[in-house]
């Protein structure tokens, strides 16, 4: 592939010279398609959804096709008219729409003429903050959702201005330092989650135009929260709506520039040897960071991009590099998440990614709620201490996640749901404690931050989706009306956010900061360090166990040159608070540091059930 310079806009930024360019100094928008092998290319102007001019565009000897007019101001509805090389006529919509709308009329999307001049940012200050920081060194606790879905059902579409105050608001509540939006690029059907994209460019249709999209990025980011894109570089929808129409980019031109084979989700995967795909695919990426500020991107499919049939594929994972790395140059601070759920070794240092999605670990975690409590004791090694160790050890930077996928029940089935986990509980009192040590587990655990599906912070239990797919809000927010276990689970990830994000142990140094106290499998108990912060240790202890103590001694590890220096120790979180609907019968107003002869230190100390303390000490 060609070099990746600043000024090679064609290669990199190809969204600065195809599509619908609007110039506001003569007025005219100047249309430009990649086609190569079409016969004849022609702009249709459209007025609700019709045709009202149609202007031939003239072939370039890079591909391209090209016509300006004075016909399409901003706001003009548009398709192409495609001869294309096996003599076959077809309209397009335009694989570089900046916006695309859906015309009732005649049941269309159609590209929409937009001027990228117009929207006047006010996150400069987060933009320049984001440039001159670390983000592998700060919290990082997310928020994921499908925007379509989170207040309203699909049906009642809510624009993405409209929603903006609201979902900022719940996420400076909520203590959430980003939001992950998945279903944000343009795709075909309303009722599907959005991985099935049909334009690499466009925001989907029933949320708005881009300007709008850009009012929400904006607005979270005047109040402090990021935005990450949840971005699918591994398949495409293909399919032609009908004979003469379509709105996928397959075959535009009569050939196949962009496909391999088909995927695992009845659409095609993309093929990286063709340097068209890359092309579209990078331009795509830095479109989202460059124009639409996205502070990060996550990586769909990864495994399934760089990895089939048991055979590597080096073009996609030359692609990733190459992409990741001018990502890291021109845009710093901007995160490249991978969720990759194979284990490919050295993920993260091969293709250049800042972090992975931890599939692994929340595959375990959720098999552990599964687990009746007397038979966590043989699982004790593989669930727990395992996950613990290995965080340290692993070369691949981790995000703790509960994703929307983890908590897809499809139609009918239940078991999925984090409520469905805890079904073994003896009552909902131990449930949600099980559940409150789970979320103190993720947020605590090492690693380079966490996140949360959206509704999994109230512990719905009826899955997201099949909420969704009776067209209903995938949040049941009737559960937080009135003082529940669900209102205080909601309270308690606030505080928990809050808290992870007060205390640099935590992310400073991600997850290098951890070194392992003390483990019972018998008692389902372990305690770790997490890092040392203005002269001040924090330790973490986890009970697994639906027994509480009233005095439980911790011992710590002597060969800790730290150890003896620890002064005065004190409680400062602890999930069996009363007003998270916990007992409140555990709580440390003191913690002994107690010194038995001059071999053995241990902390004394009450722990709830199915609880997490959390304690600071001060070293002389």
Known sequence: MASRDNNDALDTKLYKIRGAQYCKDDRQTTFRVYAPRAKNVWVILTAFGREEFQIIMQKMDTGLWEATTHQAPPGRTYLYLIDDCNGKYMLRIDPVSFSVIHISEVDQI???????????????TWLTKRALSNPLCAPLSIYELQLKSWRNGFHQPINFRRIASELTTYCVTMGFTHVEMFGLLEHPYNWERGYIVSNYFAPYHDHGQCDDLRYLVDYLHQHDIGVIIDWVPTHFYHRHNSPWYSSSLHELDGTNMYASDNSLWGTLYFDYNKEETRRLLFGSALYWIDEMHMDGIRYDAVSQMIRRQSQDIPAAIS??????????????GVLCIAEETEGYPNLIRTMDFDMKWNIGWINDAMNLLRTPNNERPRHWHEKVLNMLNSARENNDKMILTLSHDDTDCHNRDHHKTLFACVSNGRNESEKFSDL???????AFAPSRGH??????????PISWFQRFRQGMSSVDWSLTEKQSFHSKTQQYISDLNYFYRSYPQFWQHGEQDFTMIYECGRNLIVAYHRGIYNNRRIAIIHNFSNRGYKSYDISLPTWDPNVRRIGKTVEIFNSDNLSYGGSGLFQNEKIDVVHMHSEWIFFRLAIPALATVVLEESLN
């Open 110 to 124: 159609q590209s929409v003429v937009h001027d990228q001049t117009t929207y006047k940012w006010g996150d400069e």
């Open 436 to 442: 409150r040590n789970f979320f103190a587990w993720q």
């Open 451 to 460: 996140m949360i599906h959206m509704g999994d912070e109230i512990v719905q």
């Open 319 to 332: 692609f990733l590099r190459e992409l990741n790395q001018t990502i890291h140059r021109v845009y710093p």
